[in-house]
């Protein structure tokens, strides 16, 4: 299939101009103001084209899987409307955080492995990978996880470690019942599990040597997740993880930049103007050149939007906001075909209504993947 996209502002990597774009078998061919049209042609005229958004931490998709407490559905169903909210959103490429922990139900190794097999069973237009959010003392599945990395079903690996909160939490009827109604079991039975998974503390440091062996070997990138100091960081920096999500302060994010580590903060963060949790600004942290990439974290929409907020706040102009969601997670994530607008590169772009924002239309390898009304006013040939 050729598709010809003309008259829009395009990011390329040297700054943002007029430009014709030739898309053809996947790829971006030519770069020409005057490019001919080609099969169809969309008309950009008044939009701006840009990189697809490339989400290397979302787990949104949690909800079309277990949208209320013991209500879940099948993983192929709900990964479905997952892709539909992601193409409709401009995101092209989306890592799925799927947390492998050893808390029945939602995060259960049954899940995980269903959820695995959904992904697999077809061919989806939306590049949906696998981020194993592997959970520390989760050790009854750690031979499982590493045949998963082992065997190329795993993209990247962040190290995860809620249980020493949980078990602070635990005797808190009602913080506790978040995690009890989540695994769908009577908060006493919970406790109970909990308390059996943290006294096996001692086997943890070990695990997560193996689980960091591992992804090195197979080549899968590594991130650890919600840092809460300096040394803690460089610890999982030694196991070869090379990306910073969620530092849980400003000093511990400066710390892995100035080590060369990318550093991943929530786009909702930067919407709402604050952490839901009370952590570190993410717009301060982008601004100062701590925060390199922005991730989807819970909510899809919210990507496109931050990077708008972000040029709109004066500091960061356009295609560095874009970087933050499109080249720089793809270089985090070790993709090197995709990110930006160039020739030879995977033909996954944006087309955007900047005023609003909104997005007219989603192109995905090459292909229109999502496309509005006033997309397909624009569309012909």
């Keep these: 299939m050729t598709l010809t996209i003309q008259g ?9 101009r007029d430009a014709g774009i030739v898309l053809c078998d996947g790829l971006i061919g030519a770069l020409d103001p005057s490019a001919a049209a080609r099969g169809m042609t969309l ?16 787990d949104a998709f949690e909800r079309q899987l277990q949208p209320r407490p013991g209500v879940d559905f099948h993983p192929a169903m709900a990964l479905r409307d997952t892709e539909t909210q992601l193409l409709a959103n401009g995101i092209t490429t989306a890592f799925h955080g799927v947390t492998l922990s050893w808390e029945p139900g939602l995060r259960s190794l049954d899940s995980w ?12 237009t939306c590049d949906m990978r696998v981020h194993l959010r592997w959970e520390a003392y989760n050790l009854d599945a750690l031979n499982t996880a590493l045949a998963d990395i ?19 939490k635990i005797d808190d009827p009602v913080a506790a019942a978040k995690y009890s109604d989540r695994a769908g079991m009577r908060l006493d039975d919970f ?24 992804a090195r070997q197979a080549g899968v990138p590594m991130a650890s997740h919600d840092d809460d100091a300096i040394a803690v960081r460089d610890v999982f920096r030694g196991r070869g993880a090379r990306i910073c999500e969620f530092p849980m302060a400003e000093a511990v994010g400066q710390a892995a930049r100035d080590a060369g580590d990318y550093v991943v903060m929530g786009s909702p963060n930067v919407v709402r103007g604050r952490s839901h949790l009370g952590w570190a600004s993410a717009a301060v942290m982008a601004e100062a050149g701590i925060c390199t990439v922005l991730s989807s974290d819970y909510y899809y929409p919210a990507m496109l939007r931050a990077a708008m907020v972000l040029a709109g706040r004066g500091v960061l102009d356009l295609p560095r906001a874009w970087a933050l969601i499109s080249s720089n ?47 397909a006013g624009r569309l012909s040939g």
Aim: aromatic content about 2%; overall charge negative.
């Design 8 to 16: 829009g502002r395009v990011l390329l990597p040297d700054g943002i």
């Design 43 to 58: 008309d950009a005229t008044g939009l701006m084209v840009l990189p697809g958004i490339v989400d290397i931490h979302g």
């Design 113 to 124: 492995s269903a959820l695995l097999t959904a992904l697999e069973a077809r061919t989806w």
């Design 150 to 168: 082992v065997a190329g079903r795993v993209h990247l690996v962040a190290f995860n470690d809620h249980t020493p909160a949980i078990l602070k």
């Design 191 to 214: 406790r109970v599990l909990a308390e059996r998974i943290g006294a096996r503390a001692d086997e943890v440091p070990e695990a997560l040597d193996r689980i960091g062996a591992a």
């Design 329 to 375: 997670p793809a270089a985090a994530a070790g993709l090197t075909d995709r990110g930006s607008i160039a020739a030879g590169k995977r033909a996954d772009l944006v087309v955007v209504d900047a005023s609003e924002p909104r997005v007219v239309a989603t192109i995905a390898g090459g292909r229109i993947a999502h496309l509005t009304a006033e997309g």
